[in-house]
């Protein structure tokens, strides 16, 4: 099971953000919707493990986020609406080489091999032309597919989005999409209010009042979530 | 992050981060440390034009010309400060020598990449591990302080912009609150990211 949550609570401050969420999820893409506050980002930041669960148990590729930080980091990659926050180096490669300072070693063999998969994450981007660029002057779609090379440039086994089109246009939130959904050995969550990307995925999963309302076909998930929104 | 780094094939671009910050470092102390004399600013702006030389031939010095421009404000407040207390002849030598200095020390930026400063830091605050502190923490947050200066500066456009539209005067209190929301807020997304990319 990629995902397991069993009544899984989740405080913040004085809120239960998650309250006794139970899932098993087991698909390539998975698609998470519901309404503002409904639990979808919190649920995306305990996978992550952001965020810690009150009671309640959560396993994420078998790890427990709370204790297998390290190997959870290791695996999981995290890409968050925005591009802004994510960026850490001057320039558009050194950010993307950012991610593999924790793992890289320090022999010229390890250096080498960690440049050659930055220029193949830049490549796969198309940031090539920008690799010198200050990254905080890219326009925000260049900003996202930034993250979207510094997350898959670790090759991680699952990659987890937080509305990662959010601040995006129509063009760029197609490219991050495509990139995101496309079979490259990697599973994905994806927190999502764009109700047709949320279809593009295997399955979906909807919050709402921080419990999980529905599992299951994309396509029932998301009608039961528009004959919700029009009750 | 402010980066001033400029792609070259220099001396001073081939030459490890470490010892040129060391280079860098020596020479600046030396061009600070040189008394208030004719001679010591001549040789402050020799040194300084030679070092630049080495950081790219000969376009270097537009490069020079350009950040000696960039600070002409401080070297203005510099001056007159010195003009009004010691007279001409000391706050135009006093001057020439600490302008030097800072276009020195800011040739270390030209000719560096970021990832290097980091790495160069990083083993030189290795000692620091005998009173238990991290040298790749501190390495990173020079780094991330550094590389939070431009968001600020676009925090502050934006809140300064939001209160335009809504008519407000400007305010230390109007400003400040937001902003310092604002700052915060991105202050937690950016741990966050940080964690997510595995920095702990």
Request: glycine letters at 6%; hydrophobic letters at 55%; aromatic letters at 4%.
């Amino acid at each position: 099971m990629v995902i397991s949550l069993h009544d899984v609570v989740v405080r913040l401050g004085d809120v239960d953000a998650l309250r006794g969420a139970t899932l098993d999820v087991d698909a390539r893409t998975v698609a998470v919707i519901g309404e503002n506050g409904s639990g979808k980002s919190t649920f995306a930041r305990l996978l992550a493990g952001l965020v810690p669960a009150a009671s309640g148990t959560v396993r994420v590729l078998g790890l427990d986020p709370a204790r297998d930080v390290t190997e959870l980091r290791r695996r999981v990659a995290v890409i968050f609406s925005n591009p802004d926050a994510q960026i850490v180096m001057p320039t558009v490669a050194e950010d993307v080489a950012f991610s593999l300072r924790p793992q890289r070693g320090h022999r010229k063999e390890d250096r080498d091999a960690a440049a050659a998969r930055v220029a193949a994450a830049l490549a796969r981007f198309g940031l090539t032309d920008l690799a010198e660029r200050p990254a905080h002057d890219l326009s925000g779609g260049q900003k996202q597919l930034l993250s979207l090379a510094g997350a898959f440039v670790r090759e991680p086994e699952l990659v987890i989005a937080d509305e990662p089109t959010a601040y995006l246009d129509a063009r760029n939130a197609r490219l991050v999409s495509d990139h995101l959904l496309a079979d490259s050995g990697h599973r994905l969550v994806l927190a999502t209010h764009d109700l047709a990307l949320a279809r593009r995925c295997d399955v979906a999963v909807l919050f709402a009042d921080g419990q999980v309302r529905a599992v299951g076909d994309p396509a029932e998930v998301v009608a039961e979530y528009e004959a919700l929104l029009t009750c | 992050m402010l980066s001033l780094y400029r792609a070259g094939d220099s001396p001073l671009h081939r030459m490890p981060a470490g010892p040129k910050l060391v280079l860098l470092v020596v020479l600046v102390l030396a061009v600070s440390l040189l008394p208030t004399a004719p001679w010591a600013a001549g040789v402050s702006v020799a040194v300084c034009v030679v070092a630049y030389l080495f950081g790219g031939g000969m376009p270097q010095l537009a490069v020079l010309a350009q950040q000696f421009w960039a600070l002409k404000w401080v070297v203005a407040f510099m001056l007159v400060g010195q003009l009004i207390f010691l007279g001409p002849v000391p706050a135009v030598l006093n001057t020439m020598r600490v302008t030097a200095a800072v276009l020195l020390a800011t040739l270390l930026a030209l000719t560096t990449r970021v990832t290097a400063l980091l790495d160069a830091l990083e083993r030189g605050l290795a000692p620091l591990r005998f009173v238990r502190i991290d040298p790749a923490r501190v390495a990173l947050m020079l780094t991330v302080t550094l590389s939070t200066l431009p968001v600020m500066g676009r925090i502050a456009h934006d809140v300064r912009e939001a209160q335009r539209a809504r008519g407000a005067r400007a305010g230390v209190r109007t400003f400040a609150v937001p902003y310092l929301v604002m700052a915060l807020k991105h202050a937690d997304e950016l741990g966050d990211a940080l964690a997510a990319r595995g920095v702990r």
